[in-house]
């Protein structure tokens, strides 16, 4: 069964490093999201990105962030400057349509 | 724009008790309904789906859930629970579109001998 596919499983970085998050989408997908999920909050949107586009993003989504699809099969979330407050799990996700969404297993953000 | 609400953050049950998890939504637009089950340190895993035809929609380890669009809710059941079952349950709604998923705080899912 296809899955979406997310490294690493978890990262440690200090504060004011810069991360990437990596994802392999199902391949036959065109629609992507990153979501987050502090520890024991609830999941909540970043953005999306379709056609090598952002589409939507949230509040959340500040000058900090930016998304890639770099190759056509690779889509990276980079976070410049990590702050504390930036430690989450990050779900990567894709989407065919009309579908439901497919996350990865996450990838554990913690910044020291 | 889409919100839910997942009113009970935590939900004990007895083993082979019967459960249900409340999901209430606002849209302004035709919706897609999903319930997604998280066990613990793990992803999201789609547990069912409403996009269209029979509001009563099942999936394949004995939750049910029924969209029902007077009252804006997407409740999930189980007539009989298992140990197994212990996890997180988030409800989440989208647009009819490959719109973002919006997901509620989730509902913990407890199950005692």
């Known amino acids: 069964e296809p899955e979406v596919t997310q490294t690493p499983s978890h990262q440690v970085t200090q504060m004011g490093q810069e991360v990437i998050l990596r994802c392999v989408p199902i391949?036959?997908?065109?629609?992507f999201y990153w979501y987050r999920q502090i520890l024991g909050q609830k999941v909540e949107f970043l953005v999306s990105f379709y056609n090598n586009e952002i589409s939507e993003k949230s509040e959340i989504f500040d000058d900090q962030f930016s998304v890639e699809r770099p190759d056509g099969s690779n889509f990276t979330l980079k976070i410049r400057s990590t702050k504390l407050e930036d430690s989450a799990m990050y779900f990567c996700?894709?989407?065919?349509?009309?579908?439901?969404?497919?996350f990865g297993q996450g990838t554990r953000l913690t910044v020291v | 724009a889409q919100s839910v609400t997942q009113l009970d953050s935590q939900v004990p049950v007895f083993e082979e008790a019967p459960v249900e998890l409340r999901c209430n939504y606002s849209s302004s637009v035709s919706v897609y309904l999903f319930w997604y089950v998280q066990y613990p340190n793990q992803g999201l895993q789609l547990l069912l789906k409403?996009?269209?035809?029979?509001?009563l929609v099942e999936s394949i380890n004995g939750f049910e859930a029924e969209f029902n669009k007077s009252q804006t809710s997407f409740h999930l059941r189980k007539p009989s629970v298992h140990i197994s079952d212990t996890a997180e349950y988030f409800c989440a709604v989208s647009g009819q579109g490959a719109q973002k998923l919006v997901f509620g705080q989730g509902t913990r899912l407890t199950i005692n001998p």
């Open positions: 996700a894709s989407r065919d349509f009309p579908s439901e969404a497919f």
């Open positions: 409403y996009l269209s035809g029979s509001t």
């Open positions: 391949s036959n997908h065109l629609y």
